[in-house]
C-alpha cells in the first residue's frame, strides 16, 4: 500500500467524500440478516463523520438487470441498519445519479451520511462507461475505496471515478491488502493452507500459488475428489471434474516436488442422495460405494487435517470440507474450524466466501486473527493477480 494515499492523508472537512462500500448483504423481508460487511465498514464512515465529511456511500446487491429498480435489490434495507449502527440518521436517495441522488447530496451538511441506491441499476456501472464515472464523480470532491470484496471488479465505482477524484484507501481496504499480502511474502512458519470447494478449476491458480508458498495444503469439498481420481480412486457419483484430472495429478507432483505436504481425505461421510435426510456412510476413500457420493470429510481425515492445523504458525481458510449448510455433512467444516480457532500461535486468516460463514456458523468467528470480506478478491491477490480497484487507487 506503500504508493496509495489512504484516508488518513484526506483533508475530508467540508468535502463531499464519495466512498464505495461493499453492503452486498443477505436480505429477507426486508430487513439484512447479516450485518458483517455493514460492520466492516463503520471505521471508515466513522472516521469521515468525525472529520466532518459529507459521506456519499454508493455500493451494489445482488446481480438485477441493470434495466432499472428492482425492488428485491434495492439497498434501502442497508441504510436502516447503518443508521442503527451509526446511532443517527441515514438519508437515502431513490436513485444513483439522478434528480434525487443530486439534490440530497446538496442537502449534506458536516457529518451526514447517504446511501445511494444500488450502482447496478443502472448497467453502466459493470461496463465502467466513462458517462456514469463522470455523473459519479459530480457527486463528490474526494474518493475513497473501502469494498475490497469488489476490488477484483474493473467498474465505474471501483476503477473508473478513482481516475477523476483524488483517490484514497479506506481503513478496511487497507487491512485486507496488508494482511493478506503479508501472509503471503512473510508468513510465520510452518504456514497451512487450507482449501475446500466444489471445483478444482475454481481454484487450481490458487493452489498452484499456495504450493509454492506453504509448508502444508489441505484439500477438502467436492474439489477432493478430482484429487482422488488422480490417485485413480473410486469416487462413486461424488462431484468430480474429469477433465481437470491429470491436471490435479500434476498439482500433486509438484507439491511433491518442491516439499510441500499436499493432504487429501482419507475416509469421507458418503450419502444416496444430497439431502439432509439422506441415508449415509463412513467410509474409506478406498472403499466409496459406486451409488454414493462424498459429501464431507470423515472423522479420521478431521483428525489428520487438525493436527497439520495446530502445528501451523500462519493458517489460511478458504472454502469448505463438505456440505456444512446441511447439518448431516457439517462436522468436517465445524472441525476445521475448530482446529483453526484453538490455534492461539497462529496467525489465522479466513478467505472470504462460505468459510466465513462457516465460522459465523460455528459461532467462532471472534476467535480467528482476520477475516476477509472479499471471497473473490482475496482469491485473486492470493494467486498474484492485481486488483483493479486497488491499482486504481495508485
Known sequence: MASIKTINELDARGKRVLVRVDFNVPVSDGVVTDDTRIKAALP????????????????????????????????????????????????????????????KVAALREGDVLLLENLRFDKREKKNDPAFCEELAKLGDAYVNDAFGTAHRAHASTAGVAALLPAYAGYLMQREVSTLTGMLENPKRPFVAILGGSKVSDKIKVIDALIDKCETLVIGGGMCFTFLLAERKQVGTSLKEDEWVARAGEMMEKAAARGCKLLLPVDVV????????????????????????????????????AEAIASARTVFWNGPMGVFEMDAFAAGTKAVALAVAANKEADTVIGGGDSVAAVNKFDLADQMTFISTGGGASMELVQGEALPGVEALR
Open 270 to 305: 458418503c450419502a444416496d442422495r444430497f439431502a439432509e435426510d439422506a441415508n449415509t456412510l463412513t467410509c474409506s476413500v478406498d472403499a466409496i460405494p459406486a451409488d454414493m457420493m462424498g459429501l464431507d470429510v470423515g472423522p479420521e481425515t478431521a483428525k489428520l487435517y
Open 44 to 103: 471508515t464512515i466513522e472516521k469521515l463523520v468525525g472529520d466532518g465529511a459529507r459521506v456519499i456511500l454508493m455500493s451494489h446487491l445482488g446481480r438485477p438487470s441493470g434495466e432499472g429498480f428492482e425492488e428485491k435489490f434495492s439497498l434501502r434495507p442497508a441504510a436502516l441498519r447503518l443508521a442503527e449502527l451509526l446511532g443517527k440518521p441515514v438519508a437515502f436517495a431513490k436513485d444513483t445519479v439522478g434528480e434525487d441522488a443530486q439534490g
